[in-house]
């Protein structure tokens, strides 16, 4: 195991850095092997190209061992969205997902719904967004063959119960997007027979870091409908045309982008070196810091304030007018969230210092003193 102070000192921005749910700035140990490794290609030598190549391999095993499932069922992605289109286009029947999830994937739900006419879209709409097993029993039919949920919702941070899921719905296929948890929480991925995530936010590696993972029961079910010339076993298919792999390979469109996989892979060691049950610990102190500076200043929070159900994010959701003049202190204080429909979406990450929760702790004083009841 690596040091988690070592590995919480690799933090290097700015203070005032809150908005790591939607991209997390490069990690020192990423950016110099992108370097190295982009000099690498640069030189035209064979071994020198091996060996960024290498890192395809290297990056799956790491997903892999971070899930405790077989390697050859991970493929590299170009991002989170594109394994979920590989998991919902191959589809049947009813398919049941929440109308406030990502709209990687709402959008491919209803396209793949249109243009293949054999998905039935089955919406959840409980009033709070939240995906739990009561609302999930409550909507199934026997129609329903599948659920898509975000294991952390990216609006309300709620974290969802995968265990829990997994008994209601039985035998159907469970799909995740684990986004906005993936190697910062431990969550139960044998409940699930497809995860998807990529490294460019909490893993601080960068675009082009999508993965996916199929177990074996989304192996046999799920068609690979979008599956391209890389998606069969062997070499190049020329003068033919194979059938798809029968391992995770199906679902690959073409080859993987060996630097952002070598960028995936030294992030991934990261997280692997320190363990994500420490991560977890840490970055629960870190969400509690920040709904603590919240209640002190009485702004509503919509995030679960129980640690095991939010990662990363804490949502306020302000009154209607206080919105914009809260919003306007965190900007005047140089911090960094994200702003949606009169929400505020706060992410800090286990590097997130004190100096970076001071600023916010101002912010909201300096707001609270300006309020008029
Ligand atoms: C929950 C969730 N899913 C999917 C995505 C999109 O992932 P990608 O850009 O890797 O396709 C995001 C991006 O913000 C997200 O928050």
Not at 174 to 203: N, P
Request: hydrophobic share 45%; aromatic share 6%.
């Amino acid at each position: 195991m690596g040091d988690l102070e070592t590995y919480l000192q690799s933090f290097d921005g700015e203070p005032g850095y809150l908005d790591w749910a939607a991209f997390g700035p490069l990690a020192p140990a990423v950016r110099e092997e992108a370097q190295g490794d982009t000099e690498l290609l640069g030189s035209g030598r064979s071994a020198g190209i091996r060996l960024v190549t290498d890192h395809v391999r290297e990056a799956r095993e790491l997903v892999a061992d971070l899930m405790d499932v077989a390697m050859d069922q991970v493929v590299l992605q170009p991002s989170a969205t594109y394994g979920l289109m590989h998991a919902v286009y191959g589809l049947e029947g009813g398919l049941m997902l929440g109308r406030g999830e990502f709209p990687s994937l709402t959008v491919a739900a209803t396209r793949a719904a249109d243009a293949l006419g054999s998905l039935e879209l089955q919406w959840l709409e409980p009033p709070d967004g939240r995906i739990t097993p009561d609302v999930v029993r409550a909507a199934l039919t026997e129609r329903t063959r599948a659920l898509a949920v975000s294991l952390v919702d990216f609006r309300t941070g709620y974290r969802a119960d995968l265990a829990g899921l997994r008994e209601v719905i039985g035998d159907r296929l469970l799909i995740v997007d684990a986004v906005q948890a993936f190697g910062m929480v431990d969550a139960d991925y044998g409940a699930a027979d497809v995860v998807c995530g990529h490294g460019y936010k909490w893993l601080r590696a960068g675009r082009g870091t999508g993965f996916a993972w199929f177990g074996d029961r989304a192996l046999e079910r799920i068609t690979p409908v979008l599956s391209g010339f890389r998606g069969v076993e062997g070499d190049l298919p020329v003068d033919e045309v194979p059938a798809p792999a029968r391992s995770a390979q199906a679902y690959t469109v073409s080859g993987p982008d060996t630097l952002a996989a070598a960028r995936l892979a030294t992030a991934l060691r990261d997280v692997a070196d320190v363990g994500v049950a420490a991560i977890e610990t840490e970055l629960a102190a870190r969400t509690g810091d920040v709904i603590f500076f919240a209640d002190r200043y009485g702004i509503p929070v919509i995030t679960p304030r129980e640690p095991e159900q939010r990662a990363g994010i804490v949502t306020l959701e302000p009154a209607p007018r206080d919105a914009a003049p809260l919003a306007a202190s965190l900007a005047n204080h140089g911090l960094t969230v994200t702003v949606r429909a009169g929400r505020i979406r706060v992410a800090p990450h286990v590097g997130t210092g004190a100096d970076t929760l001071r600023l916010f702790g101002d912010a909201l004083a300096a707001f609270s003193s300006a309020r008029t009841w």
